[in-house]
């Protein structure tokens, strides 16, 4: 019986489609996590075959980025703009 090589991010940095186990190594969520998410259809999958889940690694790299949170140094130049206007 063969033992699978370690998934590293490394590898997985340029390829287009993930498995859950690679997206759990590049994201380092754990399996049971990107279950939940997958059930509760929070992050976007795919399912061709209706049993494997894969994964666009640009559409998880959006959603990772989809919730940014401004910098102090970015709300206070907000601030002097709205107190100028």
Do not use: H
């Not at 370690?6 to 287009?16: E, G, Q, R, S, W």
Request: with cysteine; proline share 4%; glycine share 4%.
């Amino acid at each position: 019986m063969s033992k699978s090589k370690p998934i590293k991010v490394a590898d997985l940095t340029n390829k287009a489609v993930l498995t859950t186990r690679e997206l759990a190594v590049y994201t380092g969520w754990s399996l049971s996590y990107i279950y939940k998410l997958t059930m509760s259809n929070t992050i976007p999958y795919s399912k061709p075959n209706g049993k494997t889940c894969f994964f666009d690694r640009e559409e998880i790299e959006r959603y990772l980025m989809s919730a940014r949170v401004q910098s102090q140094a970015e709300v206070e130049i907000e601030a002097q703009k709205i107190g100028r206007a």
